[in-house]
């Protein structure tokens, strides 16, 4: 039953003890229950935790907490929770000033620490240290949630040794003639139930959208290997397959052999993947060379923390997006959702995957029509 509250902000409890609504026993309170607890020792030679609970009118809770407190002859009031309610909350920052700090790193995204303590303090008037703007950016942000995308926003991401294999690898790439040849690959899980974290009641019916609960494919993680090239003779400018396998290094290498057999991957291709270990470890570790001395084909490692120059992200953006438009949480059975994700991607044109590659910076400057 709900405790109800008096005129004064108090309650009365489960054992009809009168406390303060959502606040901590003042001191007070608790020299009270401490001497009654002694008392009852002094008088009885003993007093258990319900007994004491019983006649201070207080939760077990509170009679253990107050029994602690009188075996260590002190009274402990802590307050709940803590004050720390969200990075830069001690500073007095809102979030205007976690807006500007995150406009200053797409702006710049090579600006130093010292860089946001002088703008900060130029903008808003506001003193932070290099320490605390340090702190700010392993937050990811202001809020857990707001402003975590971690592909785009890496502590990482603009580190010297970073830097540099960003820089090697557009001095290779630059270097490549026709682009077409460059083919890119990457992998995505996929569940079903993913697409869809929160079920939100409709505003103007008042009605709760249908989700199937029992479908099948909710407990089941696919897993998509996709490839992308613009070579104007490929049978499909999207090659991928769906398992429901985790990724694993030898499946992997299985959709390599595939990509090769499709004719995805061909002679004097350049053959781009993130650093993910599957590509380059475990049954893998031997592949680079496999792929080089056999094939003629160069294996290269993208930058870490720099998805946005795989234009294969596109393909995944766009499957995420496509699928919570179809409604594929109603699919009921596996196949049909499998189908509603083969056909998303077949969706895909010639001419998408071509704006994607030049989005990512790819087929610019060259003599050639794509």
């Known amino acids: 039953?709900?405790?109800?509250?008096?005129?004064?902000?108090?309650?009365?409890?489960?054992?009809?003890?009168?406390?303060?609504?959502?606040?901590?026993?003042?001191?007070?309170?608790?020299?009270?229950?401490?001497?009654?607890?002694?008392?009852?020792?002094?008088?009885?030679?003993?007093?258990?935790?319900?007994?004491?609970?019983?006649?201070?009118?207080?939760?077990?809770?509170?009679?253990?907490?107050?029994?602690?407190?009188?075996?260590?002859?002190?009274?402990?009031?802590?307050?709940?929770?803590?004050?720390?309610?969200?990075?830069?909350s001690l500073k007095g920052l809102t979030y205007e000033h976690h807006r500007f700090i995150y406009d200053l790193y797409l702006a710049n995204p090579t600006r130093s620490r010292e860089g946001y303590v002088i703008?900060?303090?130029?903008?808003?008037?506001?003193?932070?240290?290099?320490?605390?703007?340090?702190?700010?950016?392993?937050?990811?942000?202001p809020f857990r949630g707001a402003f975590r995308r971690t592909s785009l926003f890496p502590v990482a991401k603009n580190t010297p040794r970073v830097l540099q294999l960003v820089i090697d690898y557009l001095n290779l790439i630059?270097?490549?003639?026709?682009?077409?040849?460059?083919?890119?690959?990457?992998?995505?899980?996929?569940?079903?139930?993913?697409?869809?974290?929160?079920?939100?009641?409709?505003?103007?019916t008042g009605k709760v959208?249908?989700?199937?609960?029992?479908?099948?494919?909710?407990?089941?993680?696919?897993?998509?290997?996709?490839?992308?090239?613009?070579?104007?003779?490929?049978?499909?400018?999207?090659?991928?397959?769906?398992?429901?396998?985790?990724?694993?290094?030898?499946?992997?290498?299985?959709?390599?052999?595939?990509?090769?057999?499709?004719?995805?991957?061909?002679?004097?291709?350049?053959?781009?993947?993130?650093?993910?270990?599957?590509h380059f470890n475990g049954e893998n570790k031997e592949l680079k060379e496999m792929l080089w001395s056999e094939f003629d084909i160069l294996m290269l490692a993208l930058p870490p923390y720099h998805p946005e120059l795989n234009p294969t992200e596109f393909v995944f953006a766009h499957l995420v997006v496509e699928l919570r438009k179809k409604n594929s949480r109603l699919a009921i059975t596996e196949e049909a959702f499998l189908e509603c994700i083969e056909d998303t991607i077949d969706e895909l044109g010639y001419s998408s995957v071509v704006n994607e590659y030049l989005h990512c910076g790819y087929l610019k400057n060259k003599d050639h029509n794509y």
């Open 119 to 141: 703008e900060l303090h130029k903008e808003f008037n506001i003193g932070v240290s290099v320490q605390f703007m340090s702190s700010w950016f392993h937050g990811m942000g």
């Open 1 to 88: 039953m709900k405790p109800t509250l008096t005129k004064n902000n108090y309650a009365f409890n489960l054992h009809g003890g009168l406390y303060a609504e959502g606040c901590n026993f003042e001191e007070r309170k608790w020299v009270e229950i401490i001497i009654k607890y002694k008392t009852e020792l002094r008088s009885k030679g003993r007093c258990t935790v319900r007994h004491l609970a019983n006649i201070c009118f207080i939760s077990k809770c509170s009679a253990e907490k107050a029994i602690k407190m009188a075996k260590a002859n002190k009274v402990d009031v802590k307050k709940h929770g803590t004050p720390l309610k969200g990075i830069g």
């Open 174 to 204: 630059s270097r490549i003639v026709d682009h077409s040849k460059i083919v890119f690959a990457d992998e995505k899980p996929m569940k079903q139930k993913d697409l869809f974290g929160l079920v939100r009641r409709d505003p103007f």
């Open 209 to 278: 959208p249908h989700e199937n609960n029992d479908s099948a494919n909710k407990r089941i993680r696919y897993n998509i290997f996709a490839a992308v090239t613009v070579k104007l003779h490929a049978t499909r400018n999207i090659e991928f397959i769906v398992l429901e396998e985790t990724g694993d290094a030898f499946l992997f290498r299985a959709f390599v052999m595939h990509l090769l057999e499709e004719g995805t991957l061909e002679e004097g291709d350049v053959f781009v993947v993130d650093n993910c270990t599957i």
